[in-house]
Structures are given as structure tokens and as C-alpha cells.
């Protein structure tokens, strides 16, 4: 009896055992069937990803080439700017103040004594400045007319140009009222030396 009554319970057991045993293969089959399937989705994704990059990266890479291609063009001077009128222009205007400059700047030293050191020094300064900003004027104009300097559009390049073209058109007219207003004061200065002189003559005082 107590036979049959072991061998009950052990037979229990072992179905119980078993029973559970399965389910629990079942399950980890079940999740292996799931990793298995989850593993091949993310296999297509990351082929489906990569795929997308590398499309991306080409796309990036003829883009680039095209941006490349585009900016290359914009360093290369159209001949059209080249030729612009106002760059001659420029270029006349800057040796007509160069010239202007220099003449009074001669005229006010051989008149020594109608323009003492100080006014010289002033008068050379001011000549100087206007002088390194046509100087700059120029470095600008090189560069917009020059190839592989700048990364500009035609006209962009032309409005530059003319911006140029009225700085140193400014510059040219500066100078010009400078220097006559130079010349004035050295007349008339000239004039009231002499007209001191003319009245010691009629006084009959001489220096």
C-alpha cells in the first residue's frame, strides 16, 4: 500500500515536473522564434539604413561637387568685369590725386615762407591718409578683377566696382578742394606780403 502510494506521488510529480518543464520550453522556444524574427528585422533595418546613407553620402558627394564646381566658377573674373570702364576709371583717378598732391605739396615747400612746419606737417599728413585709403581702393579693385581672389557673382563684382568707382571719385574731389584751398591761402598770403611790401616802397622803407 504504502508502495503504491510512493510511487503515486512520485508520478505526480514527475507530470507536474514535466508538465512545467515543457511550458517552459515552450516559452523559451517561443522567445527564440521572437529573437530570431526581432534579429532579421533589425538585419533588413540596418540594410535599409545603410543603404539610405550611402545615398545620402552620394548625394552629399556630388553635392559637394556641385558647390565645388560653383564656387571654383565664382573666383574666375568675368573678362566683361575686366573691361568695366569704371576700372580704368579708378585707376585715372587715383594718379590724377597722386599727381594733385604732389604739386601742392611742391608749391607749399618752395613757399617756405608763407607756411611754417606746423602747417607743412598737417598739409603731409593729410596727403598721407588720402593716399593709403586710394592705396586700399586699389588693393580692393586688384582682388574683385583678379582671378581666384574672390568668390563673387558678375554683379556683384560690378557693384563693387562702382562702390570703388565713388570712393575714389570722393577721394579725387577731396583732394582737389584741399589743395586749392592750400593755393588760396598761399596766395593770399603771397598777396599780403607783397601788398606790405608796396606800401614800405611808397613809404620809401625798405626791408
Known sequence: ????????????????????????????????AALHIYIGYVQDGYSTVKKGLDVIGDF???????????????RMVNPAVKEYIKVAEIIALQAKILQSSNNT?????????????????????????????????????????TDGQLEMKDDERMARIDMLHANMTDNYIFCKRFGNSAKVLAISRIKEKMDVQNARALRGIND
Open 1 to 32: 500500500m504504502k508502495k503504491l502510494l510512493l510511487y503515486c506521488l512520485l508520478t505526480g510529480l514527475l507530470s507536474g515536473s514535466l508538465q512545467a518543464q515543457n511550458k517552459q520550453v515552450k516559452v523559451l522556444l517561443e522567445q527564440i
Open 60 to 74: 552629399k558627394r556630388g553635392e559637394l561637387n556641385l558647390h565645388a564646381g560653383y564656387f571654383s566658377s565664382l
Open 105 to 145: 605739396r611742391n608749391l607749399l615747400q618752395q613757399d617756405g615762407d608763407f607756411f611754417n612746419g606746423n602747417e607743412l606737417a598737417y598739409v603731409g599728413k593729410v596727403y598721407d591718409k588720402l593716399l593709403e585709403d586710394c592705396e586700399r581702393i586699389l588693393n580692393d579693385l586688384e582682388a574683385v578683377v
